[in-house]
């Protein structure tokens, strides 16, 4: 039986390679005959003497990479975690460590493992080569706190760099490696930017190794309330940005430095969407010179709390549009008070450059130097006039606290939507006034009203009406009666003054 199965299989395998031999000849004529029906090919091939085309960015992009460097940095950092004990503190497993050992310590059984306290914590980023001498900017947050910081250059070179000088404020460092004769990038001027020029941004994206993406600047002097840094001043632009950019160049279409890749907006995504900043290279030279020459960062202070001039306050205080910045509260013994700045006062240009907003106010001040001269053309009354200013020093513990609580058993409505009640002695202690304090606290303020979406907020002391002065309830009633084109309220929140345009 098997023999006959097995000289049947020989049998039917050469029946099988016959065919195949046959159609496969058929195959072979049938290409042949039709290669025969079709015209030759020509094709046409550059020459290898035509000059490559110069209307991309290559030739920029030669220039940069170079200069563009891979920052890997490390440090250890607390856990909080415990060593093992039984019984009742087997519940301090951290929940993102109790996936792991799942309930193997439960019921008290068991002792806990020996958990380490401190981990090894790894980041990565970007640099850019701003000195033949090894010296390298970056943001502060790719070496904050770092043990260890390797450089790569863009020829697969490594260093251990040295961090010369932190600014957390602007998210700006400044790192050294002991090389020399080193590719440097241009410095170009970052205040020459305009909205629509080319902008390329040149990195390590997720670790992927030297990448250019091409977008143009969106936006100039960008701010996000202090969001992302205690001092923005960002360019924005849509070249895409992603996490290991960060510190990276961005550059124009010259190659010049205009700016060091720092954040993203993202929107839970962990890529590019389209909106990414980076801090002005102006400002990020101003912090490296400082840092070289001095070991430290220093700022100017003014001394007041500056706020953006809203339509309803413009047209409150009589001026034409809504730039500037407003004074909301000038700090006792402060440059300001000394220079005779006074709450209300809006500033419209310092040294002849137009202030736009409050943001850029702050900025500008930053900027400068302790004891500098500064002039200040403000509006006051109806009437522009200059003030001389000498700058003192800003204390770089200087923070503003926050707290307070409202009262709610208020009284009748005086803005729709607002209650209010008279300032007790003790509900100036509770809302830390002096006991001298007058004015209206603010009890409630419906989420729906006007007064809302301009910023009042619970616990807030009215003490102005339009300028005018207010004790108590009646006073307060009758001030915002009067109102013809919008109100305007001096508010105490907080112990510092700022002024709400309803």
Do not use: C
């Amino acid at each position: 039986m098997r023999k006959i199965t097995f000289g049947r299989g020989h049998v039917a395998a050469a029946v099988v390679v016959a065919l195949g031999l046959a159609l496969g000849g058929l195959g072979v004529a049938h290409a042949q005959k039709g290669s025969q029906a079709n015209p030759p090919a020509t094709f046409k091939f550059t020459d290898a003497k035509v000059a490559p085309s110069r209307t991309g960015f290559a030739p920029v992009v030669k220039a940069v990479v170079p200069t563009v460097v891979s920052i890997r940095s490390s440090k250890v950092v607390k856990t909080g975690a415990r060593r093992g004990q039984r019984g009742q503190d087997q519940g301090q497993i951290p929940d993102q460590l109790r996936q792991f050992f799942g309930d193997q310590f439960g019921g008290g059984q068991f002792a806990i493992p020996n958990i380490p306290d401190e981990q090894r914590s790894e980041g990565l980023g970007s640099g850019v080569i701003v000195s033949p001498e090894g010296y390298i900017l970056t943001n502060n947050h790719v070496v904050d706190g770092a043990t260890n910081v390797q450089v790569v250059l863009s020829d697969r070179r490594e260093y251990k760099a040295r961090v010369i000088g932190t600014d957390d404020k602007t998210d700006v460092a400044l790192v050294k490696i002991d090389a020399g004769n080193l590719p440097a990038i241009t410095i170009g001027d970052s205040d020459r930017v305009e909205v629509g020029d080319y902008a390329l941004a040149v990195g390590n994206p997720f670790g992927v190794g030297e990448s250019v993406t091409l977008g143009i600047v969106s936006a100039t002097h960008r701010g996000m309330r202090n969001e992302i840094e205690g001092y923005e001043d960002f360019i924005q632009t849509d070249a895409a940005i992603n996490p290991g950019n960060s510190g990276g160049a961005l550059v124009n279409d010259r190659g010049e430095l205009i700016g060091i890749n720092t954040a993203i907006i993202a929107h839970g995504s962990e890529g590019n969407q389209g909106i990414g900043f980076a801090v002005p290279v102006n400002l990020a030279r101003n912090i490296m010179d400082q840092i070289l020459k001095n070991g430290k960062v220093t700022r100017a202070r003014l001394g007041i709390l500056p706020q953006d001039v809203t339509p309803t306050i413009a047209r409150q205080f009589g001026v034409k549009d809504s730039q500037g910045a407003l004074v909301g509260e000038v700090e006792a013994n402060s440059p300001a008070q000394k220079a005779g700045l006074k709450n209300g006062d809006i500033i419209l240009e310092v040294n002849g450059h137009a202030v736009y907003d409050a943001n850029q106010l702050r900025n500008m001040i930053s900027s400068m130097q302790p004891d500098s001269n500064v002039s200040l053309k403000i509006w006051r009354d109806g009437a522009q006039r200059t003030l001389p200013v000498t700058l003192g020093e800003l204390n770089p513990e200087e923070a503003t606290n926050r707290g307070g609580n409202g009262r709610d058993n208020g009284s009748d409505n005086a803005l729709e939507g607002v209650t209010v009640e008279n300032v007790t002695s003790q509900i100036a202690r509770d809302l830390k006034l002096p006991a001298s304090a007058t004015g209206v606290v603010v009890s409630e303020v419906s989420p729906a009203s006007a007064a809302a979406s301009a910023g009042l907020q619970r616990g807030d002391v009215i003490q102005e009406v339009n300028r005018r002065p207010v004790k108590n309830v009646a006073e307060f009633e009758a001030a915002v009666r009067n109102s013809k084109d919008g109100t305007l309220l001096l508010v105490n929140r907080d112990g510092h003054t700022i002024y709400v345009g309803v």
